[in-house]
């Protein structure tokens, strides 16, 4: 019975994950702008596991206590100084204007998967429940990845056409000393 409840279990995940096919392959990124990295990285943990019971027992205790985890992390960094662009006020002392210049972008994407080597006694079901379940997580990584990705265009596209900022605006108080 608790075998069934484990097989059961692991099935439901990969349900739930909408994982009807195994991707052959990684979703292309697709073009990402100038001056932008994008650093996509896989990191593991080992599950050593014999039974369903065991592969669950595994899961739960998962470094940091999910089972998987996606994560991303947005660095930037740009210079700032007259820009080639229409001054916004020939003649004035921001002309030409000031703004963002060279914005340099790096996002690093992650995504923790657990590993599970099979042994050779290992129930092909489970062997096949499992495969699909780490694909699953993969695929719903992808989604993650996405939006990180779509995330820095935007902010890449942002940084390249700055002009809000003034050399005046930076010098003006914000409030009275």
Do not use: K
């Not at 003649?91 to 994407?109: A, E, K, M, Q």
């Amino acid at each position: 019975m608790i075998e069934r409840r484990a097989i059961f279990c692991i099935v439901s995940l990969v349900l739930a994950g909408c994982a009807a096919q195994r991707p052959e392959q990684q979703t292309p990124l697709g073009p990402v702008p100038p001056g932008v990295v994008v650093d996509l990285q896989e990191s593991n943990y080992t599950i050593v596991a014999s039974t369903p019971e065991d592969l669950l027992a595994g899961l739960r205790a998962s470094p940091g206590g999910q089972w998987f985890q996606h994560r991303w992390h947005l660095y930037w960094r740009y210079s700032y100084g007259p820009v080639e662009r229409p001054s916004p006020r020939p003649g004035s002392v921001t002309d030409p204007p000031c703004g963002i210049r060279d914005p340099r972008l790096t996002l690093t994407f992650t995504q923790i998967v657990p590993v599970w080597e099979a042994p050779a006694e290992a129930d092909p079901a489970l062997v096949e429940a499992w495969d699909t379940f780490t694909d699953a997580i993969r695929l719903h990584g992808e989604g993650h990845r996405d939006v990180a990705v779509d995330a820095i265009r935007e902010i890449s596209r942002i940084a390249s056409t700055a002009t809000s900022l003034s050399l005046i605006h930076i010098s003006e108080p914000t409030r009275p000393y």
